[in-house]
């Protein structure tokens, strides 16, 4: 998964410090990290990072690229283990980085329509389709939200009416959604950063490729096609664009527009005259 990868470990680290631990992510007396690991656990007292395998306050936990525990590979799909949780993970953000990203605002609403170019095997499974986040944007903007869409380097087109971001980094990218007051788009690195940045609401576009039990957080909209049926293929799946086509623009609007009122209100309480 990547950075998603990474921000599952911190929540698996989250607490460590307070009980006077770190947590080794590997194998007693190997720590390891990948070429995700130092840009999320940057600043992250919970986690110990390589070279500190000799310290005595460590909480080996095995899980590394090839070890994540949430799936097994069965030749050409994932199967998921249907008993694990993800839990919120933590970011730890400068100040001089919480400075930079105070500069492009706060309560916007964080839309990315796109799949990482990467993942080019399973694509059209995750793909809820460019014009229907469109046309969600399109929808919100009509009642006055601020839309802003990260753009950088190998990402795909920026939505009409998004503001741009330019992001140097995901951990920027992240620093600047701290601000935001929602997250739409698929299952992936951002929703798991809107649950580690504890954003008021998030809408995560899933389908029946992944269970949002295993890879989701209870407290965000979760959308699938409802078939219970998480097949996890590394194909082009008609059984997951089934999914993705049942999910209507109409309903994720609906949540949305439901979300953001509540958020208005706890934000702004009426207080009655007595």
């Not at 698996?12 to 995700?36: C, M, N, S, T, Y």
């Not at 970011?91 to 170019?117: L, W």
């Not at 299952?187 to 269970?211: M, S």
């Not at 979300?259 to 208005?264: G, W």
Request: proline share 5%; charged share 25%.
């Amino acid at each position: 998964m990547g950075y998603g990868d990474q921000l599952i470990a911190t929540g698996l680290a989250r607490g460590a410090h307070a009980r006077g631990k770190q947590v080794a992510f590997g194998e007693p007396r190997f720590i390891r990290w990948d070429i995700w690991s130092k840009e999320i656990f940057q600043n992250n007292p919970n986690i110990a990072p390589p070279g500190s395998e000799r310290a005595k306050n460590l909480e080996w936990i095995a899980y590394f690229k090839g070890r994540r525990g949430y799936n097994s590979q069965v030749r050409d799909r994932w199967v998921w283990n249907m008993s694990w949780r993800c839990k919120p993970g933590q970011m730890f953000f400068t100040r001089s980085e919480e400075v930079d990203a105070a500069k492009h605002g706060r309560g916007f609403i964080v839309v990315e329509p796109n799949i990482e170019a990467w993942k080019a095997s399973v694509i059209s499974n995750k793909d809820w389709g460019f014009q229907k986040y469109q046309r969600v944007v399109d929808l919100l903007r009509v009642e006055g939200h601020e839309i802003v869409q990260f753009k950088y380097d190998k990402g795909g087109p920026i939505l009409s009416g998004a503001r741009a971001v330019q992001t140097k980094s995901f951990r920027h990218a992240l620093s600047v959604m701290a601000n935001a007051k929602m997250y739409i788009g698929p299952e992936g690195g951002l929703h798991h950063g809107a649950a580690a940045l504890d954003l008021p609401a998030a809408i995560v576009i899933f389908g029946d490729w992944i269970p949002p039990t295993t890879m989701g957080y209870p407290n965000h909209d979760n959308f699938t096609g409802k078939s219970n049926v998480y097949c996890g293929t590394q194909k082009p799946c008609p059984h997951c664009k089934a999914a993705m086509d049942s999910i209507t623009v109409e309903a994720v609007f609906e949540r949305a527009k439901k979300n953001l009122d509540d958020i208005e209100e706890v934000e702004c309480p009426v207080f009655k005259s007595v």
